[in-house]
């Protein structure tokens, strides 16, 4: 552990990145810049550059779906350890990312509400219009899940999620 060369108090860890967690040269480049931006999180398009800095070319011109991607692998590393990457989303793309803490405690609480053994609950993050239909966004665990309604609807508070699953706990399909 190093220690304050003024007062010896002993410093936190330079990486933030919790142990036994293995990460590409990539992912913990992102994730270091992500942790570094702190509570008011990063834009994506700043992400971007700061990822690809020492990339000759600036990057992939696909640059926001592959940190899209890149925060998944992420996240499915992390998740376990008490923190997850999170996303603010505007349009297709989300626009914001930043480090959070998990509620492991609260999330336990909810996946009874799962019925399946391998579903579990995703709980509303935002909403998007477009046209007739509304796009409902959902965090599984640190994954994103959409589905598609009609503009007139509610989205549902939770939906379920799972290899089979990714429907609304009501039948989105209802006219009520």
């Not at 003024?6 to 990486?15: A, D, M, R, S």
Request: net charge neutral; proline share 7%.
């Amino acid at each position: 552990m190093d220690e304050c060369p003024t007062c010896g108090q002993t410093l936190p860890p330079k990486t933030g990145l919790p142990s036994g967690v293995a990460l590409t040269k990539t992912e913990g480049k992102l994730f270091e810049i992500i942790r570094r931006a702190g509570k008011h999180g990063i834009a994506s398009d700043i992400l971007c550059e700061r990822l690809y800095a020492d990339n000759p070319d600036g990057g992939p011109v696909t640059a926001r779906h592959v940190v899209y991607v890149l925060v998944n692998k992420v996240n499915g590393k992390i998740r376990d350890h008490g923190v997850a990457i999170r996303s603010q989303t505007h349009g297709p793309w989300p626009c914001n990312y930043w480090l959070s803490k998990i509620a492991l405690l609260l999330l336990l609480a909810f996946l009874p509400l799962a019925t399946p053994a391998n579903a579990l609950a995703c709980f509303k993050t935002g909403e998007i219009i477009s046209r007739t239909n509304k796009i409902c966004l959902y965090d599984c665990l640190g994954s994103t899940r959409a589905i598609n309604i009609n503009f007139t609807r509610i989205c549902p508070i939770t939906i379920q999620s799972g290899p089979d699953l990714d429907s609304p706990l009501e039948d989105e399909n209802d006219d009520e």
